[in-house]
């Protein structure tokens, strides 16, 4: 008898657990009418959501009924201007806006990075070199579908850890997926540097790229051929930042190559994701 009792229980803190809706900023907000952020987004551009569940309380098990119940925030979206989404959290309001603008600012530069790759005209290039190239022509068009679908922020988390040093760290998450988490520095960067780091974490997120170098302590830290350069997720950053170039053995040229001058649409969001 106890187990039924039991498994009535179950089914009835299930029903009320998974009815989830869509809210406008908080759980507190509008009811969208939805029931899956993907949906409410397409119908809700340029807005926050919340998708909330109601989880019982308090449980009647005379009647089998849920008697009171507690609203929680499972997940915050970003609905773009185009209508889909980056989740967001444990962000505050001004770091959900940072972030969406950086993003915004992260897609443009994916899409000028790997556009110029694709435009370059390698064939004067030593066949390793292009091998190598075909490789970051990879990466580059990897990163630009992880900004434009899969993207995942966090702000906060209990361990801080990963946080020392960086501005933004790629972590792990159950099912296969990566989210990126966003530390104190990263919101005082400019808007074209905070898209930059985007993409090399965007980088590792996809493609596995690995941190065995950085080239962030001046003009003279280049992308070199005597490193695995089409693997190290800052010569995207170096990129993205600097220009276009090929690594060679004292420095990476722009000379080396026809290189496309970026023909980036007028820069939405951020405002500094302009030319590179
Ligand atoms: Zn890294």
Redesign the pocket.
């Known amino acids: 008898m106890k187990k039924l009792l039991l498994s009535a229980a179950c089914v009835a803190l299930f029903s009320a657990a998974s009815g989830a809706t869509v809210h406008k900023e908080s759980c507190d907000g509008e009811d969208t009418g939805y029931k899956t952020l993907n949906k409410a987004c397409a119908n809700n551009p340029s807005t926050v959501l919340v998708n909330c569940i109601n989880i019982c309380t308090h449980f009647d098990f005379r009647t089998a009924k849920c008697t009171d119940w507690t609203t929680k925030e499972i997940a915050t979206a970003v609905c773009t201007s185009s209508g889909d989404k980056m989740l967001v959290r444990k962000c505050t309001d001004e770091q959900t806006e940072f972030a969406a603008q950086a993003l915004e600012t992260a897609r443009e530069q994916a899409q000028t990075l790997s556009d110029a790759l694709h435009a370059m005209d390698l064939s004067e290039l030593e066949v390793e070199t292009q091998r190598r190239f075909g490789y970051a022509k990879m990466i580059a068009k990897g990163a630009l579908n992880w900004v434009n679908h899969d993207r995942q922020f966090l702000c906060k988390m209990e361990d801080d850890g990963m946080c020392k040093g960086?501005a933004a760290?790629?972590i792990p998450l159950t099912g296969g997926l990566v989210a990126i988490r966003l530390c104190a520095p990263f919101f005082n960067y400019s808007a074209k540097s905070a898209g930059s780091v985007i993409i090399?974490?965007a980088t590792?997120s996809c493609c596995g790229?690995?941190?065995l170098e950085y080239y962030n302590s001046g003009d003279a830290d280049q992308p070199l051929s005597t490193q695995h350069w089409p693997v190290i997720?800052?010569t995207y950053t170096y990129w993205i930042m600097h220009g276009l170039c090929v690594p060679g053995e004292t420095e990476c040229s722009a000379d080396a190559v026809a290189i496309p001058s970026a023909g980036a649409g007028a820069g939405a969001g951020g405002g500094g994701g302009g030319a590179w």
């Open positions: 960086n760290a790629a090399h974490e590792h790229t690995t941190d997720a800052d």
